[in-house]
Antibody, heavy 120, light 111 residues
């Protein structure tokens, strides 16, 4: 059973870069059947898709965040990562990583999420 | 791009049936599959419906999904409501460039 686990700093200063890693266990990140996604949820608000990466390195990003987002993959460690630059308080959110089935088009499973607060 | 609009909240009594709508602002609701996720307080979302009307294994058949082209909307129906169904529910679909789109979420209260 595949499990995903986010890790990274819980506090980031304004204007700096948020960096998170998602570790995949119980399955290979090099499977051709899946994209690997990041999704966020500001406190008390709804879900926002950030983007995804394929194991080959191909990426798709939310147009509203595209200029600040980089998603990368490390197949040797079975991990993928998120970098979000020039953060502001509006980027404070729970950040989830999730597996996306390419043919079925659903996000499943999700990690437990990690709260990142942007504050000085 | 398009938006998916959901009611902010719905409430119903245990044992009753409730339907949550998800209206697509532009383009056909039938163009891309719709998924529904349940998020209990403090938890991560889990799939209750995928590909418009399919249930993952382990999801009770009290949950059902449908789409209606005339109203350009998708619906999640929960019958025989239980207190454990109290949660936030999100619809989700894709645009033509494979960008994920989520609805704003609906808080279901079972009172």
């Amino acid at each position: 059973q595949v499990q995903l686990q986010e890790s990274g700093p819980g506090l980031v200063k304004p204007s700096q870069t948020l960096s998170l890693t998602c570790t995949v266990s119980g399955g290979s990140i090099t499977s051709s059947d899946y994209y690997w996604s990041w999704i966020r949820q500001p406190p008390g608000k709804g879900l926002e898709w950030i983007g995804y990466i394929y194991y080959s390195g191909s990426t798709y990003y939310n147009p509203s965040l595209k200029s600040r987002v980089t998603i990368s993959v490390d197949t040797s460690k079975n991990q993928f990562s998120l970098k979000l630059s020039s953060v502001t308080a509006a980027d404070t959110a729970v950040y989830y990583c999730a597996r996306e089935e390419i043919t079925i088009k659903r996000f499943d499973p999700w990690g437990q999420g990690t709260l990142v607060t942007v504050s000085s | 791009n398009f938006m998916l609009t959901q009611p902010h909240s719905v409430s119903e009594s245990p044992g009753k049936t409730v339907t949550i709508s998800c209206t697509r602002s532009s383009g056909s609701i039938a163009s891309n599959y719709v998924q529904w996720y349940q998020q209990r307080p403090g938890g991560s979302p889990t799939t209750v419906i995928y590909e418009d009307n399919l249930r993952p294994s382990g999801v009770p058949d009290r949950f059902s999904g449908s789409i209606d082209s005339s109203s350009n909307s998708a619906s999640l129906t929960v019958s025989g409501l239980k207190t454990e169904d109290e949660a936030d529910y999100y619809c989700q679909s894709y645009d033509s460039r494979n960008h994920g789109v989520f609805g704003g979420g609906t808080k279901l209260t079972v009172l």
